[in-house]
């Protein structure tokens, strides 16, 4: 119930290419979804998140997609640099509980090639 | 200013030391985390304090005693750590301790154990 399944593990894609990571949830009582960016040496980043009552929400060249019904949500790097190579955590939590907890993906570690 | 400094940035100890970790922020934010994290995994939540006093332990050892000392400061105890305590441990602190409010995380602590 508590599970947040990322995919895929690890993903290589070229210089202005398109970066996808996808991650499903269990638990329907979770309401809020961001998405970290942790570069190594450093701690994560908070980099977008999303609620449910929004199917996308685009920052820049970030978007989240998010179906409810399905229980997934993404993350779209649109022309993607050698600068966003990192790992990127999606999470998840429910807001209307007295739980703090984010409960992270595994992690998807991205590289982009110049 | 959204920096959370934590000191030391590396940390080498016996079984038998005893150190400390600190954490510091001056953002206002009431709420505090302590996160472990191993290579190639997603943070792991350790403790949570809201308003100076600690709201969660994620049924963490003894041997890992939290403190927070004022708002603006956290500290973490070690003693008696075992090899596979080795691990980065993050501190995060977020304006109050609500699943949805943004956690700003350090740059951590490496941690090993010998």
Redesign the interface.
């Known amino acids: 119930q508590q599970q947040v399944k990322q995919s895929p593990q690890s993903l290589i894609v070229q210089k202005g290419g398109i970066s996808i990571i996808n991650c499903a949830y269990e638990n329907t009582a979770f309401d ?1 979804f ?1 998405w970290y960016q942790q570069f190594p ?6 980099l977008i ?1 999303i ?1 449910p009552d929004v199917s996308e929400k685009k920052e820049g060249r970030f978007t989240i997609s998010f179906n409810k019904s399905a229980k997934q949500f993404s993350l779209h790097i649109m022309d993607s640099q050698p600068g966003d190579s990192a ?1 990127y ?1 999606c999470a998840a ?3 209307g ?1 007295s ?4 409960t ?4 998807t ?1 991205l590289t982009v090639n110049p | 200013d959204t920096e959370v400094t934590q000191t030391p940035k590396h940390l080498v100890m016996g079984m038998t030391n005893k150190k400390s970790l600190k954490c510091e922020q001056h953002m206002g934010h009431r709420a505090m985390y302590w996160y472990k994290q191993k290579a190639k995994k997603p943070p792991e939540l350790m403790f949570v304090y809201s308003y100076e006093k600690l709201s969660i332990n994620e049924s963490v050892p003894s041997r890992f005693s939290p403190e927070c000392p004022n708002s603006s400061l956290l500290n973490l105890h070690l003693h008696a750590l075992q090899p596979e305590d080795s691990a980065l441990y993050l501190c995060a602190s977020s304006q109050v301790s609500l699943a949805v409010d943004t956690q700003y995380f350090g740059p951590g602590t490496r941690l090993t154990v010998l």
């Open positions: 809020y961001p040496g450093k701690g994560p980043a908070l998140a609620r790992t955590f939590s429910n807001s509980g739980n703090y907890k984010l992270f993906g595994k992690g570690l």
